[in-house]
T-cell receptor
Framework: GEDVEQSLFLSVREGDSSVINCTYT??????LYWYKQEPGAGLQLLTY?????DMKQDQRLTVLLNKKDKHLSLRIADTQTGDSAIYFC?????????????FGTGTLLAVQP | GAVVSQHPSRVICKSGTSVKIECRSL??????MFWYRQFPKQSLMLMAT?????????EQGVEKDKFLINHASLTLSTLTVTSAHPEDSSFYIC????????????FGDGTRLSIL
């Protein structure tokens, strides 16, 4: 079955690094994504990684993928108060006619000044 | 990435009203769009996949007669919540599948629906 789990809450101080973790169950996932959601808003795509990659870095964001353990993480360097939001990981799986996303439970990141 | 416009951003209406939500792809023609529902402090649940020129594909447990989806053009998909009731109150978000096989989905800003 399809199941994506995340820790519910993470609190960090401004300037520290944040690491948000995600585990998934479907080994056939082709791409894995990280989205950011601010209060009352839609989802903003942050970054994504192909399943045959181990790591991807994009400015302050680093994604690590351990395919064997089905574990995905997002590291935010030099976390700022503007990074406070809910972060969702999502896996892309084939849904019959097209790929569809299965979202994690979301992690609320609170950045303390 | 794709630019997605969702309208309206907020709706408050009486029980029994039907409400239409629009999702537009502004910068390219999208053959596939998705509709999600999000309850407070919860994740997004896929409701249906909207395919241009054909019937939408609904996820298990989603009533297709309750949530009507029309994808009549390559830039517009609509979700109509028919005879809405308070339990239909939720945050509805659409997304557009980017060009190519595994391109990311790009999301609209969502519609907050409140049924009194």
């Amino acid at each position: 079955g399809e199941d994506v789990e995340q820790s519910l809450f993470l609190s960090v101080r401004e300037g520290d690094s944040s690491v948000i973790n995600c585990t998934y169950t479907d080994s056939s996932s082709t791409y894995l994504y990280w989205y950011k959601q601010e209060p009352g808003a839609g989802l903003q795509l942050l970054t994504y990684i192909f399943s045959n990659m181990d790591m991807k870095q994009d400015q302050r964001l680093t994604v690590l993928l351990n395919k064997k353990d089905k574990h995905l993480s997002l590291r935010i360097a030099d976390t700022q108060t503007g990074d406070s939001a809910i972060y969702f990981c999502a896996e892309s799986i084939y849904g019959g006619a097209t790929n569809k996303l299965i979202f994690g439970t979301g992690t609320l990141l609170a950045v303390q000044p | 990435g794709a630019v997605v416009s969702q309208h309206p951003s907020r709706v408050i209406c009486k029980s029994g009203t039907s409400v239409k939500i629009e999702c537009r792809s502004l910068d390219f023609q999208a053959t596939t769009m998705f509709w999600y529902r999000q309850f407070p402090k919860q994740s997004l649940m896929l409701m249906a996949t909207s395919n241009e020129g054909s019937k939408a594909t609904y996820e298990q447990g989603v009533e297709k007669d309750k949530f009507l989806i029309n994808h009549a053009s390559l830039t517009l998909s609509t979700l109509t919540v028919t005879s809405a009731h308070p339990e239909d109150s939720s945050f509805y978000i659409c997304s557009v599948l980017g060009r190519g096989g595994n391109q990311p989905q790009h999301f609209g800003d969502g519609t907050r629906l409140s049924i009194l």
